[in-house]
């Protein structure tokens, strides 16, 4: 993790002098390219080269130097395209010297694989920390501003007249993907951008650096993101956080979603990837849009560019193709959006000026009477936009005159109303018109259905979370917890815990267990059966038996002296010819739980943020159906609630087919309690399983039947 304080990268992207180590004339070389690049987007700081080989002469028209050391003065960002064995050396001369920011473009560090590149790329973050100088890189492909007018890159995609600066910033830890993929394909696409940067192994300064400065720079409005690996998974959602309070869209695509990708993430980076499940939860969680291929990046920037989110889901659409409308009320309604019928005001102004063969219904098909009429066209779609139903516009268009199409974006103008133009055609009358020149007026335009529809669903998702998050506070420990005493259960096991020492660390967080006891005897069993009464359950423990089952070290149902005993000796045999090496306990002898829905509730330890709790429908639903869960600890109850919906089995906590609704309000509070379980022992607890806990029916509260709790190990 980075533990560096918060930078300030206005001189990284907006730098008074450059100087450039393994500077040279020669565009085959690497650091040729980037001087060359440099010049030509139009830099006009000063340039310091920097190669001994050179020193006294001129390169690319700027007096060489032969070493940092000899510069007039402190750069406030030196590149570096040396071997790797010489950065160090070069990096200990840029600190002397009071450098500010570095690049290091070398690879051969983390990235290779190599115990040497490793312990290289950790004496380069041992330095920054200890100079204070901030690096970028290694083994990267550098950084352009498109707001200051400034590139360190080799980068082709920048090459020939320098593009407009827009509000969208790239971010990637990759060079060609995030250079081409994202930044010059949104490019193409009408997606002008303010900032792009690829921090390659993110020693020191990472993805998350420069979101930050991305969400203070006024000149940016939304940031993609493609990533490998999520450096500090705490730090980076609170990022997001903040980033989703100020209206600041993050989208992202995470790579590294299959376990063949993800291993392919750690061998170009050098970082491991976590749990893709886990991933997607926490975005969820704290307002990234994730979004599964580059295209949909600048796509969704395209839409939040404009800054108007969505306040629901209701859509209207336009139309002079009846196939299109229903190809488009098809996707909204599989991604999650409603067609609402407008208010009989909004019917009644469009009867009154649209073509009789032209419909009033959602979405509206104004025939192709109205092609050619491009005052009606806009008065149509203003029409709609005023209307409170519906939150949505998208004017949808095939083969179109230029003044149709400009009346759309006076409409656009016109409304504070989100909208987005959906344009499948050309133009038929002005080829030259096309997308660019509705995407220069920033009105968001897309040339295909699906990609629309997805976009403005995700917007949706957005401002929904934006919105409920607003006035939320921080989620609050619930009453009734002893952290300390569960603390200490778990530090004197030391590992793996018993069914019942687990049932204590849950009961110290307010979770309801069943009556149980040890039986060391047949007779101590008997004894304890008869206190408890009714049918019982009798279990071997045995820290070196985890799962009972498997054992075949469990009985239930059982009642009356006879069977006790059968059942404790049953009990003890099976244990010990499942593992006869095990530490044997004893028989716990506890109720028979109630009858009820089972539930699976859980902790894990992610490599990446930490504490997650997970939670599930028990039985087949885990088991076959992986129909699980999660969420970052620690949660709250509205947190907890979504959880649960976002399971496929949730109608059955609602109760189907005439069985009873479960108390949901009674498994939320325990999934928070949990999830505070592991914010507050994620130093000791590995991973925690409550399975089952058996719900009962509403205001019938649950109870806990079996548990497991592994504490971290020393080593």
């Not at 040279?24 to 690497?30: I, P, V």
């Not at 312990?119 to 100088?133: K, N, P, T, Y």
């Not at 699980?628 to 109608?651: C, H, S």
Request: charged share 20%; proline share 4%; aromatic share 6%.
């Amino acid at each position: 993790m980075n533990s560096a304080p918060k930078a300030d990268l206005k001189k990284f992207f907006n730098p008074a002098s450059v100087a450039l180590v393994g500077a040279t004339d020669d565009l085959s070389r690497f650091a040729g390219k980037v001087l060359m690049r440099m010049s030509d987007f139009g830099y006009q700081g000063k340039v310091y080269p920097v190669n001994p080989r050179f020193k006294g002469q001129k390169v690319r028209g700027h007096e060489c130097y032969a070493s940092v050391r000899d510069l007039p003065e402190a750069p406030d960002h030196v590149g570096v395209v040396v071997p790797a064995g010489h950065v160090l050396g070069i990096l200990e001369d840029c600190a002397a010297r009071g450098a500010r920011f570095v690049t290091v473009y070398t690879g051969g560090f983390a990235e290779s694989g190599t115990a040497e590149g490793k312990a290289l790329q950790a004496e380069v973050v041992a330095l920054a920390h200890r100079s204070g100088m901030r690096i970028m890189g290694p083994n990267c492909n550098g950084m352009i501003s498109f707001v200051d007018a400034f590139a360190m890159t080799t980068s082709a995609t920048i090459a020939g007249p320098r593009r407009a600066a827009g509000n969208v910033g790239v971010v990637s830890q990759s060079g060609g993907a995030g250079q081409v993929n994202v930044m010059w394909r949104a490019q193409e696409s009408g997606v002008d951008i303010s900032y792009q940067v690829s921090c390659g192994n993110s020693a020191d300064l990472n993805i998350i650096d420069f979101i930050e400065f991305m969400i203070d720079d006024p000149a940016t409005d939304v940031i993609m993101a493609l990533v490998e690996h999520i450096p500090d998974g705490r730090r980076f959602m609170a990022t997001a956080r903040r980033a989703a309070s100020l209206k600041k869209p993050v989208v992202m695509v995470k790579l590294g979603r299959t376990e063949a990708g993800g291993y392919a993430a750690a061998s170009h980076t050098g970082a491991m990837a976590g749990s893709d499940d886990v991933t997607d939860a926490a975005l969820r969680q704290c307002g990234v849009i994730r979004v599964d291929d580059c295209n949909e990046l600048y796509e969704m920037a395209m839409l939040l560019r404009a800054k108007r989110i969505p306040q629901g889901a209701r859509c209207a659409a336009t139309t002079i193709s009846g196939g299109n409308g229903v190809l488009l009320v098809d996707h909204g309604a599989a991604n999650g959006l409603s067609w609402p019928e407008y208010s009989k005001a909004t019917c009644a102004e469009l009867a009154s000026f649209l073509p009789k063969m032209a419909t009033t219904a959602n979405p509206t098909d104004v025939s192709n009477a109205l092609i050619g009429k491009a005052d009606l066209f806009r008065r149509c779609v203003e029409t709609i936009a005023a209307d409170d139903n519906i939150d949505m516009v998208i004017p949808t268009y095939t083969m179109t005159p230029r003044a149709d199409l400009e009346a759309a974006v006076e409409a656009w103008k016109a409304t504070r109303k989100p909208m987005a133009m959906l344009w499948i055609g050309k133009c038929n009358d002005q080829p030259e018109f096309t997308q660019l020149t509705v995407a220069a007026t920033g009105m968001p335009v897309f040339r295909n259905t699906l990609s629309c529809v997805k976009a403005v669903q995700a917007a949706v998702e957005y401002g929904k979370f934006t919105a409920a998050n607003a006035q939320r506070a921080q989620p609050a420990r619930p009453a009734g917890i002893d952290v300390e005493a569960a603390r200490a259960l778990v530090k004197k096991a030391a590992g793996t815990m018993t069914e019942r020492a687990s049932k204590e660390v849950l009961a110290a967080y307010g979770f309801p267990v069943t009556r149980e006891a040890l039986a060391k005897t047949a007779a101590d069993a008997v004894r304890i059966a008869g206190e408890i009464g009714g049918d019982i359950a009798m279990k071997i423990e045995s820290a070196d038996i985890p799962h009972k089952t498997e054992a075949g070290a469990i009985r239930l149902h059982v009642r009356g002296e006879p069977a006790v005993r059968e059942a404790f000796d049953a009990v003890i045999a099976a244990a010990r010819n499942y593992k006869a090496t095990a530490k044997l306990d004893g028989v716990l002898v506890q109720e028979m739980a109630p009858a009820g829905l089972e539930i699976m509730l859980g902790l894990v330890t992610d490599p990446v943020f930490g504490a997650v709790v997970v939670a599930g429908l028990g039985g087949i639903h885990v088991e076959v159906l992986h129909d699980l869960t999660y969420r970052v600890a620690p949660i709250d109850m509205a947190d907890a609630r979504a959880m649960l919906q976002e399971l496929r089995g949730y109608k059955l906590l609602e109760g189907v087919r005439g069985a009873a609704a479960r108390d949901i309000d009674a498994l939320c509070d325990l999934i928070v309690r949990l999830s505070w379980l592991g914010s507050d022992l994620s130093g000791e607890i590995a991973e925690l399983d409550v399975n089952p806990l058996i719900l009962r029916e509403q205001g019938a509260g649950a109870k806990v039947v079996d548990a497991l709790v592994v504490g971290r190990r020393k080593d």
